[in-house]
């Protein structure tokens, strides 16, 4: 029986294992024949999102795996708005309505509010979230 | 769709707190039907002597006592917390309500979704 | 039904009041630690679950009945509990 699944990634690339676990869980969902309604990235898990990030070069970024799997499977990922802010995730409409002089989202991923999240745990069949290990 | 949250974090020490209670009012901003069960050390939340005329950030007290504006009625604790961590009732905001072991397993029976922060 | 998806050592004693008969259990993350020594869960009676990946990848030895799954197992896993908790 094929699922959709929505998923709430709330830790961040580096600090801990959150957003790879994400990842890993979300392939063999759509693997396995699932669906993966949305991925919504909210507190620290917006920093996924980060274009920016950069890691040693024997690795491969975070964000950059989840834009390969946005570009695989279409999709839609989701940073919540609110708490992208406060982080300063930001694209560029932001980075405009806050006169912010940059911005840092990675293309594929759009910023949303949280009303996507809750649309999300009604039309999905499963909601599991991936956090830090201190949440 | 019945939605039920159980949040675990005291405020002010980590973000997770104020933000999942952020998506549980936006939840019920959502049409949803929502209850709050405030467990382990987020029954610290609820206190009702929280003094944050210093902090930089909203009072969190603030947002709880604002959940019925959003029709979030249903907002509880676990009376087995409220033993452990010497908080008796009086010491709560009153609109917040007891739950017995077997009620609050019940309220997770009756949920649609269930999200623990 | 529910899952409970354990990612951190302290995970367990933050959960154990919402367990319930027929509730599993699947350690994750650093969770898998746990499995190292013999789990117990205070409150019903639930299954025990361990993500591979994760033990092998800390060279964790598990004691006791705890069923190893890779990635579609606990997919396969959310797939069968109704509610899917994370702590």
């Known amino acids: 029986m094929s699922l959709s699944f929505a998923l709430l990634v709330s830790g961040q690339p580096c600090t801990d294992q959150a957003s790879l676990s994400a990842l890993r869980f979300c392939k063999a969902a759509l693997d396995s024949g699932h669906s993966v309604y949305r991925v919504f990235f909210f507190n620290d898990g917006v920093h996924c999102a980060n274009r920016f990030i950069t890691p040693p070069q024997d690795e491969i970024s975070v964000p950059k795996q989840w834009q390969a799997l946005q570009q695989e499977f279409a999709i839609d990922l989701v940073v ?25 989202m990675a293309d594929g991923f759009t910023i949303g509010g949280l009303g996507q999240w ?6 999905a069949d499963r909601v599991v979230r991936f956090g830090s290990n201190t949440q | 769709m019945k939605f039920l949250y159980i949040f ?7 973000s997770i707190a104020r933000e999942a209670l952020d998506m549980a009012l936006a939840s019920a901003a959502f049409d949803q039907e929502v209850s709050l069960v405030f467990a382990q050390e987020a029954i610290y939340q609820l206190v009702m002597q929280q003094n ?21 009625d249903d907002i509880y604790y676990l009376a087995e917390d409220s033993s452990t961590y010497n908080l008796p009732p009086a010491a709560l905001v ?21 999200q623990s922060f | 039904m529910s899952l409970h998806i354990l990612n ?18 699947i350690l994750i993350e650093d969770a898998v630690l746990l499995a190292a020594s013999n789990i117990e869960i205070t409150s019903g009676d ?14 964790v030895n ?7 799954v890779d990635y579609s197992g606990f997919v396969e896993l959310c797939a069968q509990h109704r509610h899917c908790l994370s702590w």
């Open chain 1, 80 to 104: 919540c708005v609110s708490s992208a802010l406060r982080r300063g995730i930001v694209d560029a409409k932001e980075a405009e309505r806050y006169e912010l002089g940059g911005h840092n």
């Open chain 1, 118 to 123: 809750v649309d999300a745990c009604i039309q």
């Open chain 2, 8 to 14: 675990t974090r005291s405020a002010y020490g980590n």
């Open chain 2, 52 to 72: 944050s005329a210093n902090t930089e950030k909203k009072p969190h007290l603030g947002v709880i006592n604002a959940l019925p504006l959003y029709d979030i």
């Open chain 2, 94 to 114: 009153p609109q917040a309500k007891a739950l017995s072991a077997e009620q609050f397993s019940s309220l997770m029976s009756s949920a649609d979704r269930i």
């Open chain 3, 8 to 25: 951190s050592t302290s995970s367990l004693s933050r959960c154990q009041f919402s367990l319930t008969d027929g509730d599993a259990v």
């Open chain 3, 46 to 59: 639930a299954s025990i679950y361990a993500l591979s990946d994760d033990i092998d990848r800390r060279g």
């Open chain 3, 62 to 68: 598990p004691v006791g009945a705890v069923t190893l």
